[in-house]
């Protein structure tokens, strides 16, 4: 078996121990295919997964990555429907973060022409968690309105352009000031700075009776004013407890404090309320290949009429995944942050030419 690199999870704590090791990999087993991959999604889950945050994980080491995408380079036993050489994205549970990954081939979709490895691969987690949470579970319809908290980040950025695929939505977004001529630019009505405000209060001098959708990827306290921000009818998603991560490694006295205020309900008070509570986890739903294929096969069209388009926020070497992840973790990305294996010298000598 020939020798690739991989980036592999060696603990649970900072920045460094996701390492970059070689490996050796078979070829593909009946019914899988192997991809040889240009590019790969960073994710806020992938950071605490570093952590030791996530409760479905492989026995360490191993290699993260929930997203990728990249060219076929073999076909195993009974694979008809992908050819060698079809471009491909492919979404997982792990595993992806490597030069050569073997996947089923059912957990693999063509990418549409003109569309980049690199925005491929910011394409399957966030646009396939932002459409789910707005559509199926939130109803959107026109004239309603949606408080997206970390808008600038890579599920807000696909969620602003979802709703923007519907009439007359009025999007609330918060991020940090420096990144609200972005959001106003993206379609955000109404930018606010979680950093400096109480965002409840913001959207209520705006909108007094609230919001009818909010996606909250914070948990803990923030859950419960998102509720209390909901309109009669209005639905809840909450989809990440984002408020666990205050550090590099795991912070026991921010998971207390997150868990302590995690908001509870029990049926009979939502019954008076009118309102709805969802919970959303695409980990959770990695087997499910019929749902998330029609969900991708509905993104794909929106991509193809030019309704929604991946904003790809920086590229890092595979080397540079320490800083990719710092850079995620400290917010400082507007859109989706990539990380690429190196160009083979062939390569960039062929691009050249």
Known sequence: AAEHRALVLTGFGGYEKVKLQARRGGG??????????????????????????YERQPPLPYCPGMECAGTVSALGDGVRERQVGDRVMVLARSGLWQEVVNVPANQTWLIPEGMSFEEAAAFPVNYITAYMILFDFGNLRPNQSVLIHMAAGGVG???????????????????????????????????????????????????????????????GSDTSKAFHLLKPMGKLITYGVTNLITGQKRNFMAMAKTWWNQFSINALQLLHHNKAVCGYDLGNLDEEYELLGGVITKLINLYNQGKIK?????????????????????KKNVGKVILVPEVPKEESKKEEN
């Open 310 to 330: 991946p904003k790809i926020d920086s590229v890092w070497p595979f080397e540079k995944v320490a800083d990719a992840m710092r850079w995620m973790q400290e």
């Open 28 to 53: 593909p087993r009946p019914g899988e295919l192997s991809v040889r991959v240009r590019a790969c999604g960073l994710n806020f889950a992938d950071v605490m997964v570093r952590q030791g945050l």
């Open 157 to 219: 950025t696909a969620a602003v352009q979802l709703c923007k695929t519907v009439e007359n939505v009025t999007i609330f977004g918060t991020a940090s000031a420096s990144k609200h001529d972005a959001l106003k630019t993206g379609g955000v009505a109404h930018p606010i700075d979680y950093r400096t405000m109480d965002y409840a209060e913001e959207v209520r001098k705006i909108s007094p009776k609230g919001v009818d959708i909010v996606m909250d990827p914070l948990g």
